[in-house]
DNA sequence: TAATGCACTAACTTAAAAGTAAGGGGTTGA
DNA sequence: TCAACCCCTTACTTTTAAGTTAGTGCATTA
């Protein structure tokens, strides 16, 4: 039994600050599609530097998203990949990638008037 | 024919974008609600400063999410109210939220280990 | 007469997020 | 021998977001 407080935040605010860093939609999304190395996804996403790469991924594998895994060979190989849990979020982002997409066609369209 | 360049931003991104001012979830979710007034929302969200109400709800205005409309009688009355564009994001929110509360139901679990 | 309510705006300060640059340590390939 | 690969870490700077404080103008209320 524990009596600690629940200052519970809004979960909006709790999914906003799950995919909120600047590159983690990103990141994720490309861990949707397979398992990638930290490599792997410095090319994909070329406009990142190491450092950010890094702590957001170390952010992601906190949240539970994401799991790291590494291989103890040299040159050394670290695999990152969605875990089970970060797969519940998949449905969260199709939805919101939905509405998003259509609010982009929207403001394209008001900025070719 | 306009032939401009769309240099369209991620989807998730812009989801996290419209809403991912400080208050802007919370504002929002009090206009689901109903209509609120300046001073409304100063009251039901205690902790914000009048600049950034103003400016978050500067920013749902230009998204198009909200309407600003201002009674010309003294002292000024200006209330704010979803749009009916802005409401198509509330089943957007609704599977945010159920994520949001879930995960947050998942980390004082954790803590409580 | 003085204080209060309303809906702001402007100037300034602080805090948080992101970017930049450099290094490390072991191994293979040229 | 020397650079390249791999996956980072650290220290520092810049940029962006948010917070603080003060002030506006008119009218009602105490």
Redesign the interface.
């Known amino acids: 039994m ?1 009596t ?1 407080i ?1 200052t ?9 600050n ?3 860093g600047k590159w983690k ?2 990141i994720y ?1 490309h861990l949707i599609e397979s398992t990638k190395r930290f490599s792997d996804l410095e090319r994909l996403i070329p406009a990142v530097s190491q450092k950010m790469l890094t702590q957001h991924l170390r952010d992601l594998e906190k ?2 998203l994401i799991v790291r895994t590494i291989h103890p060979v040299v040159p050394p190989k670290v695999e990152y990949a969605l875990s089970d ?1 970060g797969k ?2 998949i ?3 199709e ?10 066609e ?1 403001k ?1 369209e008001e ?2 008037s």
């Open positions: 524990n600690m629940h519970r935040e809004c979960p909006i605010e709790t999914v906003i799950v995919l909120g939609p990103m999304w949240e539970g849990y519940t979020l449905p969260v982002l939805v919101m990638c939905a509405w998003g997409e259509n609010h982009n929207r394209s900025s070719a």
